[in-house]
């Protein structure tokens, strides 16, 4: 059992800091893909691309306000739940000393990324609430065996996959790797109601996304756009099982913007000249058979080359690091404050109607929390090590088959989405990479002053003892 006094000085520690963050900058922020959730909150439009869960979530604490500094609020008490829940996972399932676990909590407080995403008006601060909560429950159903944290465990995966539907495939494979463990029965038992569990939630957002947009079920509906986009390199007219697309596909090989350059893949998708552009011309327009047939070029070229795909991984985790050099630059267009507006006229005249407020020229504000990304833009480092600190946590507790090596594995499956899932180094995919980098830091940390003690990790606390 958890002891609760340093959970409430947690608490406590964690409501001081994000109210004085608060009341040192409440300001909100602008995105490129800011717009379009406001849209979802306002009814004036339904983009499944861009969560409209989180668009409810505006609508309910902003919208009704009348306020963009509510939306900073909401996410503000989101990050502050989230240090916490790192603090409970600490105690809970790593056994460390109440002091380190709060000093992470604290650490996630302050972290620049976290800080900067509380105040955009993105879905990355409440996508990391709902991965903590997913790990906290996965971790619970593997120290007692309840399937009630499987069933929990799937209704919070579709929470996460709401928010950023890049998590499907590693909600899906946690629902499989769960169970792995458990004797022949119980295994058959836990397999069946963690994926029986999860695919029915699965189904049933994909359902209601349906439902809203008038369309068939899906999680959004420009999945092959996506894919198209992110193995460009890959694709060759073979690949086409129309001859229209193949020839497209030709077409786009000797132009300005060839689908060899592993480097322009975004370009691919968000310019006139790309690729993605060409094939809805094919289909005159129609998103639909676009989106089908983009689809199948895609899954076809990685089933071709599944290599080449890996290939393209490691091409997108090594662009990071080349890209360290230039983080001033890189992070300032993240952030919101790129030499050209991020909001249109038309965009800038909505929000002004409905909250009040001029934001035009939200490029040009270089808030506290703006100066502080900056100022910490070398935290990347420490989020992209953040799998090998998971993986020496491991190497140093090789039997914490509850805390160290699940961990690990969750770790890894965020590697895999950000660099297998993304056809460009953005920095903001990193921001996940905070939560478990942090618990395996203070993992290790544990593990070094246990052993400066002549103790076992976790030894200096008799509750943990007791319950293992």
């Given at each position: 059992?958890v002891?609760?006094?340093?959970?409430?000085?947690a608490?406590?520690?964690l409501?001081?800091?994000?109210?004085?963050q608060f009341?040192v900058?409440?300001?909100?922020?602008?995105?490129?893909?800011?717009?379009?959730?406001?849209?979802?909150?306002?009814?004036?439009?339904?983009?499944?691309?861009?969560?409209?869960?989180?668009?409810?979530?505006?609508?309910?604490?902003?919208?009704?306000?009348?306020?963009?500094?509510?939306i900073?609020?909401?996410?503000?008490?989101?990050?502050g739940?989230?240090a916490?829940?790192?603090?409970?996972?600490l105690?809970?399932?790593?056994?460390?000393?109440?002091?380190?676990?709060?000093?992470a909590?604290?650490?996630?407080?302050f972290?620049?990324?976290?800080?900067v995403?509380?105040?955009?008006?993105?879905?990355e601060t409440?996508?990391m609430?709902?991965?903590?909560?997913f790990?906290?429950?996965?971790?619970?159903?593997?120290?007692?065996?309840?399937?009630?944290?499987?069933?929990?465990?799937?209704?919070?995966?579709?929470?996460?996959?709401?928010?950023?539907?890049?998590?499907?495939?590693?909600?899906?494979?946690?629902?499989?790797?769960?169970?792995?463990?458990?004797?022949?029965?119980?295994?058959?038992?836990?397999f069946?109601?963690s994926?029986?569990?999860?695919?029915?939630?699965?189904?049933?957002?994909?359902?209601?996304?349906?439902?809203?947009?008038?369309?068939?079920?899906?999680?959004?509906y420009?999945?092959?756009?996506?894919?198209?986009?992110?193995?460009?390199?890959?694709?060759?007219p073979?690949d086409?099982?129309?001859?229209?697309?193949?020839?497209?596909?030709?077409a786009?090989?000797?132009?300005?913007?060839?689908?060899s350059?592993?480097?322009?893949?975004?370009?691919q998708?968000?310019?006139?000249?790309?690729?993605?552009?060409?094939?809805?011309?094919?289909?005159?327009?129609?998103?639909?058979k676009?989106?089908?047939?983009?689809?199948q070029?895609?899954?076809?070229?990685i089933?071709?080359?599944?290599?080449?795909?890996?290939?393209?991984?490691?091409?997108?985790?090594?662009?990071y690091?080349?890209?360290?050099?230039?983080?001033?630059?890189?992070?300032?267009?993240?952030?919101?404050?790129?030499?050209?507006?991020?909001?249109?006229?038309?965009?800038?005249?909505?929000?002004?109607?409905?909250?009040?407020?001029?934001?035009?020229?939200?490029?040009t504000?270089?808030t506290?929390?703006?100066?502080?990304?900056?100022?910490?833009?070398?935290?990347?480092?420490?989020?992209?090590?953040?799998?090998?600190?998971?993986?020496?946590?491991?190497?140093?507790?090789?039997?914490?088959?509850?805390?160290?090596?699940?961990?690990f594995?969750?770790?890894?499956?965020?590697?895999?989405?950000?660099?297998?899932?993304a056809?460009?180094?953005?920095?903001?995919?990193?921001?996940?990479?905070?939560?478990?980098?942090?618990?395996?830091?203070?993992?290790?940390?544990?593990?070094?002053?246990?052993?400066?003690?002549?103790?076992?990790?976790?030894?200096?606390?008799q509750e943990?003892?007791?319950?293992?």
């Amino acid at each position: 059992m958890v002891r609760l006094k340093p959970l409430a000085a947690a608490a406590l520690l964690l409501v001081l800091v994000k109210s004085i963050q608060f009341a040192v900058d409440s300001q909100a922020l602008f995105y490129d893909d800011s717009g379009a959730f406001l849209l979802n909150a306002l009814g004036y439009a339904f983009i499944p691309e861009r969560s409209f869960v989180y668009g409810a979530l505006i609508r309910v604490f902003s919208v009704s306000t009348h306020s963009l500094r509510a939306i900073v609020a909401m996410q503000i008490v989101m990050g502050g739940i989230t240090a916490w829940l790192l603090a409970f996972i600490l105690l809970r399932f790593f056994s460390v000393r109440p002091w380190l676990a709060i000093l992470a909590a604290i650490a996630f407080a302050f972290d620049p990324v976290q800080i900067v995403y509380e105040h955009l008006i993105m879905t990355e601060t409440a996508a990391m609430l709902a991965g903590a909560l997913f790990l906290a429950a996965a971790l619970q159903y593997l120290r007692t065996s309840s399937l009630r944290w499987l069933v929990a465990a799937s209704l919070l995966g579709i929470v996460l996959v709401s928010f950023r539907v890049v998590y499907v495939p590693i909600v899906f494979a946690c629902a499989v790797l769960l169970p792995i463990g458990r004797k022949p029965k119980a295994l058959a038992i836990a397999f069946l109601v963690s994926c029986s569990s999860t695919l029915l939630v699965q189904m049933g957002y994909r359902a209601l996304t349906g439902r809203l947009a008038g369309r068939e079920p899906a999680y959004q509906y420009r999945t092959g756009d996506f894919l198209v986009t992110l193995v460009a390199p890959l694709i060759k007219p073979e690949d086409a099982k129309d001859a229209r697309v193949a020839e497209a596909v030709r077409a786009q090989m000797q132009s300005s913007l060839p689908l060899s350059d592993a480097e322009s893949r975004t370009a691919q998708m968000w310019t006139a000249d790309g690729f993605v552009p060409r094939l809805y011309a094919v289909f005159g327009g129609d998103p639909k058979k676009a989106n089908q047939a983009g689809s199948q070029l895609a899954r076809a070229a990685i089933m071709r080359d599944p290599w080449g795909f890996a290939r393209l991984g490691f091409h997108t985790w090594l662009e990071y690091w080349q890209d360290i050099r230039r983080l001033n630059r890189v992070l300032a267009k993240e952030n919101g404050t790129p030499p050209t507006r991020v909001v249109g006229d038309s965009g800038a005249r909505m929000i002004s109607d409905v909250f009040g407020v001029d934001v035009s020229h939200q490029n040009t504000l270089y808030t506290p929390s703006r100066r502080y990304d900056l100022l910490g833009r070398y935290w990347n480092l420490f989020l992209l090590a953040s799998p090998l600190l998971a993986g020496l946590a491991v190497w140093c507790r090789p039997l914490d088959t509850r805390g160290a090596v699940p961990l690990f594995v969750w770790t890894l499956l965020l590697f895999a989405a950000t660099f297998w899932g993304a056809s460009e180094a953005a920095y903001r995919y990193l921001h996940p990479f905070s939560f478990p980098g942090l618990a395996a830091a203070a993992a290790l940390w544990e593990t070094w002053l246990a052993k400066s003690n002549g103790t076992t990790a976790g030894a200096f606390s008799q509750e943990a003892q007791a319950s293992r």
